[in-house]
């Protein structure tokens, strides 16, 4: 960058950091009430006299919670917005590969770029900060804690997300205006070295470097929900009345623990490969399978990092509908935890073909196999719960019973992949894309927008619009099983995967090959007017809805199902009607005393 | 308290810091790996000060500007060592060109070891000509 580009930059972060003390000073109003960090406000003893200026008002309060629950509406909302990219890139992916030359995208690479930003946007971006959206917002209320244990650590895990996810986009926003960025990172979601590394574009930089914050955010945000599950519960909270899905968020806080900062670390690795001539993963230093052998110690935990919260709410959501207990609830625990330890022993299951030695292969195999016992636990609880249980099919409940379908089609061909002998015919395939994406939409999200549903009620005060939303799962559990059966038989046809076009085949069967990828876009867009409607019907009943004047919106009494954070709702709902709500609203003139217009 | 309606608790509900914390840490990063020598310092002041600033307001430390200079002297250190290492060279690079020149090793050196030196003159200036030390207003 020439001379003049590092003034101007100059300018504008100086210009920055005097913002930064402006709006710092202009704060110390709103937060000289504080009763903390010695006596300066003295008000510890006087519940009253601060109950209205605990948040500032507007934007402010956003930027600066440090409150659970706002925290996990943030997690939410960026959560959202990942979403959106990253479907959006899967719709433009798939409409390309309705036709087999090369159609809608400028080229090759745009498809390439297009392929990692969906995959790194929907694991790293929508994936995990959605949970951590469910995790911040609810735990604390179903443990009967006050709060995250570290609140402050809490708001910094959020933060890092936002300059995380524009460092990994930043190869769209910046490539049209410089020479020297080609497009998007266009290594894959798993970049692998040697590509990763003599890939000149510098976006890939920007994006590891986005990816290690967001590893940071992670790690800070597990070790904030160890210390909270462990240390902040309820009196009446022991370990053996622990809700499931604060079990299943406690084991997936581990697999972050122990997966994430390796992640960070092979990262590092990489960028000092590409900027600072080491040999991590060079031939002639530790080789490219190391960077595999890495990855994948992160990489497979990671799949569980994301599925076993949904898990926990599947198996908390569906026995409210079910009119029952959770069957077996002590072995959901146990194949919780089973799943957790396994996790981190079948890594190389995805390396079977890269020739490693044939009886490390068939050790890593045996563990995958296993993995399907504990798998098979839950899913066999679920349908218990639900034999001869009373069901309420409404729409939280539609998509728990669409998570079990497509996590028993998801789970079943990962079985077949993990035999070397199949996984030698489908590595690389269509098959695999089909398996995984049964996994993590039809399971994954689909747990998501259960538990979306199913307590929108409560982060809401409104009622979602019940039409629009059987509109959503339907199209949803239609489009989701057109896309990827039809992978799964592109598979078993020797379609390989990441390839923008298809027009240059020759041996196969063509036609079904056509077929099936016209299915897959069709599929998709089905998926997209579902998730269309499904946004629609969040942000116009959030702003439109009927209120919620019942703290049991569910019934939930009825089958003595109501838990812990419906008494919460409950009792805020109460307080809220008493004293006309809505004062957290509103802007405060001072730091002091409720004025009239608030108590009226 | 959960009766209170968006209550959690008896605590302050708002921190300025953990955004500023998080932001810090992403310029500097981009501005140390890619030699920005802007965003470098930029990013770092934003990271210490900021971390300073959650330490104080958390109570563990009762006056911010030990810490700040404590960090401002770590910072000066791997910046000169940084800057020694590259053999005392350095050069303004295109991001384009390479970065593993001595040159740019050398300059990332110096934008941390000023990010240091201002942070110290912050540090100095916040304890003997303000009155921030004494309270907790800030």
Not at chain 1, 169 to 187: N, S
Not at chain 1, 231 to 252: A, C, H, K, P
Not at chain 1, 257 to 282: H, K
Request: proline share 4%.
């Amino acid at each position: 960058m020439a001379i003049e580009g590092q003034i101007a930059l100059t300018v504008l972060m100086g210009a920055l950091l005097v913002g930064v003390a402006v709006w710092l000073t202009r704060l110390e109003d709103w937060r000289s009430y504080t009763p903390l960090a010695g006596g300066a406000g003295g008000a510890i003893g006087d519940e009253s006299a601060h109950v209205h200026e605990e948040k500032p008002a507007g934007i402010i309060r956003w930027l600066t919670t440090v409150d659970h629950k706002d925290i996990g509406i943030l997690y939410g909302t960026y959560a959202l917005i990942a979403f959106v990219w990253g479907g959006l890139a899967a719709v433009l992916m798939r409409a390309e590969l309705a036709t087999a030359s090369l159609s809608l995208l400028n080229n090759t690479q745009v498809y390439n770029a297009l392929l990692t930003s969906h995959g790194i946007t929907m694991l790293f971006l929508f994936g995990t900060p959605i949970l951590a959206a469910f995790s911040n917002y609810f735990i604390p209320l179903l443990i009967d804690a006050d709060d995250m244990a570290f609140p402050r650590i809490n708001a910094i895990a959020f933060w890092l997300l936002p300059p995380g996810a524009i460092l990994i986009w930043a190869g769209f926003f910046v490539a049209p205006f410089t020479e020297a960025m080609t497009t998007g990172a266009a290594t894959s979601w798993t970049m692998y070295p040697p590509l990763s590394v003599e890939q000149t574009n510098p976006s890939v930089d920007l994006m590891l470097l986005g990816l290690h914050l967001t590893g940071v955010s992670a790690t800070m945000g597990a070790i904030n929900f160890i210390a909270t599950i462990f240390s902040e519960r309820g009196e009446d909270v022991g370990w053996s009345n622990l809700d499931i899905f604060s079990w299943t968020v406690l084991t997936q806080s581990g697999l972050i623990l122990f997966a994430f900062p390796l992640l960070g670390s092979a990262i590092i690795m990489l960028l000092l490969d590409r900027n600072f001539s080491t040999v991590f993963f060079a031939a002639e230093g530790g080789g490219t399978i190391l960077w595999q052998h890495l990855f994948w110690f992160f990489g497979h935990p990671e799949v569980y990092i994301l599925v076993l919260p949904p898990m926990g709410i599947v198996s908390y959501v569906l026995p409210k509908f079910s009119g029952r207990k959770l069957f077996g609830f002590k072995f959901v625990v146990y194949s919780t935890l089973a799943i957790g330890v396994l996790s981190f022993g079948v890594w190389a299951h995805h390396m079977f073909t890269t020739g490693i030695d044939p009886r490390l292969r068939a050790s890593f195999m045996a563990v995958s196999l296993a993995i399907a016992i504990p798998s098979a636990v839950k899913t066999f609880n679920w349908i218990t719960t639900l034999w001869n249980g009373s069901l309420r099919l409404n729409t939280p409940m539609l998509f728990c019973i669409g998570f079990i379908s497509n996590f028993i089609i998801g789970g079943v061909t990962g079985v077949f992949l993990a035999a070397i002998p199949i996984d030698l015919v489908l590595h690389d395939t269509y098959y695999v894309v089909g398996h995984f994406h049964y996994v993590v939409m039809g399971a994954i999200a689909f747990a998501g927008f259960a538990g979306i549903y199913y307590w929108y009620p409560m982060y809401t005060g409104r009622m979602y619009q019940r039409t629009l939303a059987k509109w959503h799962f339907w199209l949803s559990m239609i489009g989701t099983n057109l896309t990827f059966f039809a992978m799964i038989i592109l598979g078993y046809a020797g379609f390989t995967r990441r390839y923008a076009t298809y027009d240059g085949l020759t041996v196969g069967p063509v036609e079904v090959i056509t077929a099936m990828h016209q299915a897959a876009t069709l599929g998709a867009f089905l998926l997209l007017i579902g998730q269309i409607i499904w946004v629609w019907n969040m942000v116009s009943s959030w702003i439109d809805g009927p209120k919620v004047e019942d703290g049991d919106p569910w019934n939930l009494a009825e089958t003595n199902m109501k838990s812990r954070e419906w008494a919460w709702f409950e009792r805020k709902l109460d307080t809220t009607i008493a004293t006309d709500g809505g004062a957290e609203e509103e802007p405060l003139a001072d730091g002091g005393e409720p004025t009239e217009s608030d108590e009226s | 308290m959960e009766e209170q309606p968006g209550l959690s608790d008896q605590y302050r509900m708002s921190s300025p810091w953990p955004m500023l914390i998080a932001f810090g840490l992403a310029i500097a990063e981009v501005g140390i790996i890619w030699p920005l020598a802007p965003l470098a310092v930029g990013g770092l002041l934003l990271l210490t000060g900021s971390i300073v600033g959650i330490v104080r307001e958390a109570g563990y430390v009762e006056s911010p500007w030990p810490l700040l200079s404590g960090f401002a002297l770590a910072l000066v250190a791997i910046g000169l060592a940084l800057f020694a290492y590259s053999g005392g060279a350095f050069a303004v690079n295109s991001v384009s060109e390479s970065l593993r020149t001595s040159g740019s090793i050398g300059l990332r050196g110096l934008s941390i070891a000023f990010a240091g030196v201002i942070a110290l003159v912050g540090a100095l200036v916040g304890k003997y000509w303000t009155t921030a030390n004494a309270g907790h207003s800030v």
